[in-house]
T-cell receptor, first 115, second 113 residues
């Protein structure tokens, strides 16, 4: 079955530690996105990538980094520079194009907690 | 110009009632307006979407109304059920060129049994 897989589902980070969240898709989508969701809040864009080896900062990129070495994979690293990383992180992908299905498919999320 | 403003933040409706959630946008380049439904601890999933060449789209109990001149669109849930209790996000997108999804802040809907 096609879809987006995020791992792990739960992640605990110590102060000053970098952690990497995994996002893999087998939908053959070109564009991938990372969003952050805080309790009772909307979705805030961290980074997005429209093609391999290219990515753009979103609205809240500070303290995060990404890579896009393969079409299927878009990992997110939460660095120690991110002062308040506890949140629910969502990865999404789309197949851009005015004549194509532009639905955004989401993974099931990773809940990151700083301990 | 890139914002999508969503209201209300939360909504409580009796079973069988109509739930209405509104969104407004500024960027006239947006050409795709989806609504997503999210249950706790899960990722959002597409519920229904509309393009600006139509004023209304209906799928079952869910209807999108679109007002291009006012730059507003809304989700109507008819005969609301407790199983509809979730967070709803509107979004807007430009489907060519610089491609990015802009989401509203979400509406937490609770349908009372």
């Amino acid at each position: 079955d096609g879809g987006i897989t995020q791992s792990p589902k739960y992640l605990f980070r110590k102060e000053g530690q970098n952690v990497t969240l995994s996002c893999e898709q087998n939908l053959n989508h070109d564009a991938m996105y990372w969003y952050r969701q805080d309790p009772g809040q909307g979705l805030r864009l961290i980074y997005y990538s429209q093609i391999v080896n290219d990515f753009q900062k979103g609205d809240i990129a500070e303290g995060y980094s990404v890579s896009r070495e393969k079409k299927e994979s878009f990992p997110l690293t939460v660095t120690s520079a991110q002062k308040n990383p506890t949140a629910f992180y969502l990865c999404a992908s789309t197949f851009p194009g005015a004549d194509l299905n532009t639905e955004a498919f989401f993974g099931q999320g990773t809940r990151l907690t700083v301990v | 110009q890139q914002q999508v403003k969503q209201s209300p933040q939360s909504l409580i409706v009796q079973k069988g009632g109509i739930s209405i959630i509104n969104c407004a946008y500024e960027n006239t380049a947006f050409d795709y307006f989806p609504w997503y439904q999210q249950f706790p601890g899960k990722g959002p999933a597409l519920l229904i979407a509309i393009r600006p060449d139509v004023s209304e789209k209906k799928e079952g109990r869910f209807t999108i109304s679109f007002n291009k001149s006012a730059k507003q669109f809304s989700l109507h849930i008819m005969d609301s059920q407790p199983g509809d209790s979730a967070t709803y996000f509107c979004a807007a997108s430009v489907t060519s060129g610089t491609y990015k999804y802009i989401f509203g802040t979400g509406t937490r809907l609770k349908v009372l049994a």
